[in-house]
């Protein structure tokens, strides 16, 4: 009997020294054919967290103080002169009151992450936010391209109920996988969680490497069940969509949508969060190469004007500002397929836009007659 025990001892111990070995070997593998690492959807929330320190400090000083949320057309710019960088400078141009504009976005946010930071970001009592609209996060590739779904964990509790009545279902949500995410969150894991997450992603670029390794050595793979992958861009020019693309993540946009849009519905969960602190928000509709799109055949104005009457009405009916800036840039002012503007010498997209968003958060400035007491400006 106590050599059978000991037996399954040495067995469970042997199994364990494997799994940790096969574990490190991957690791060490990855590591040594520079795989890149990934990121999931808490990330997201780590950041704002990190970013969060900012707006808690911002209390001690008396300031208007403006959270600009938003994707990759917010953020994808050289350091220091992002929209939130813009916006700052010409907010402190304009006015002699002090103002912090504190960025908080992230490549892929969307209204769903915009509800589920809502509590976060009220906590600490901003003055305005900012809200951009991508029509192309109404897309299903959007939602399938950003696995953001970890972001619900932070959530509170409390907001459950209101939760349970959004659709979530369309983000590949259960009612498990959501009290699981808030577990996670709650009980501060969000970094083991994170890293366990990474190594996932890391790992399916380690089968992607190896699949692109094959496809070189033998191109007769490419007939032996592998899919052939539509290129994205237009012939002859890299940087312009072609009219599948198009169709695929701005398609919905151009015919219009529907109130039960999941992505309308997570933006009015929002939007009735900061209604109901008192926080104004400015929400506009982003840039988009509608020049480029109506050259390759799409129309873009019938279908495009009710979809945008829709966040328009939402944002609106909760006392926010809504910008219809869509067709704000010609197609020479876009520099990649993602919609990101182009920066150069005589044309600053970044700038032109913060421009447009300065003059209704100037408007909704408070006048202050004096400082309190214990602050300081």
């Known amino acids: 009997m106590g050599q059978r025990k000991t037996r399954s001892i040495i067995i469970v111990l042997c199994a364990v020294v494997s799994f940790a070995v096969t574990v490190g070997g991957i690791r060490t593998a990855l590591l040594a054919a520079e795989v890149e690492d990934g ?16 707006l808690e400090a911002s209390q001690r000083v008396v300031a208007e103080r403006i959270v600009v949320l938003g994707d990759s057309t917010v953020v994808d710019y050289p350091f220091g002169r992002s929209v939130p960088d813009n ?5 402190r141009a304009r006015t002699s009151q002090k103002t912090l504009v504190i960025p908080l976005a ?38 399938s391209g950003f696995n953001r779904r970890e972001s619900i964990g932070w959530i509170p509790l409390s907001r459950l109920p209101d939760l349970l009545t959004r659709p979530f279902h369309s983000l590949n949500l259960t009612l498990d996988r959501i009290l699981f995410y808030m577990g996670i969150v709650g009980s501060g894991l969000q970094e083991a ?45 890299r940087n312009r969509s072609n ?56 129309e873009t104005r019938t279908g495009t004007r009710k979809t ?39 044309f600053d997209g970044a700038l032109l836009l913060a421009r447009e968003l300065a003059p209704d958060l100037l408007r909704h400035f408070p006048r202050r007659a004096s400082v309190p007491a214990g602050q300081t400006e």
């Not at 990121?39 to 900012?54: C, D, F, P, W």
């Not at 305005?128 to 959007?142: C, D, H, K, Y």
């Not at 219809?324 to 919609?339: C, E, Q, S, V």
């Open 193 to 237: 969680w994170q890293h366990y997450g990474e190594e996932q992603v890391r790992a399916v670029h380690g089968i992607h490497l190896l699949r692109r390794t094959l496809h070189q050595l033998n191109p007769r793979l490419m007939f032996d069940g592998l899919p052939n992958v539509r290129l994205p861009y237009q012939s002859g020019n």
């Open 87 to 91: 916006l700052r400078r010409v907010l």
């Open 308 to 346: 945008i009457e829709m966040p328009r009405d939402l944002v609106e009916r909760r006392g926010g500002t809504f910008l219809d800036l869509h067709r704000l840039f010609p197609d020479k002012a876009f520099k990649d397929l993602g919609g990101h503007f182009l920066q150069e010498e005589g």
């Open 39 to 54: 990121a999931v959807g808490i990330g997201i929330g780590r950041i704002l967290e990190l970013h969060a320190a900012n």
């Open 243 to 298: 009219p599948q693309y198009v169709e695929t993540l701005y398609g919905g946009a151009m015919s219009g949508t529907v109130s039960e849009h999941p992505v309308v519905q997570m933006l009015a969960g929002a939007l009735e969060i900061y209604q109901s602190a008192g926080i104004h928000v400015l929400a506009y509709a982003v840039p988009m190469n509608v020049e480029h799109f109506e050259e390759i055949g799409f």
């Open 106 to 143: 992230a490549p892929g946010m969307s209204a769903p992450e915009y509800y589920a930071f809502a509590d976060l970001i009220v906590e600490y009592r901003p003055q305005q936010v900012v809200f951009p609209i991508n029509l192309a996060s109404l897309s299903n590739r959007w939602r």
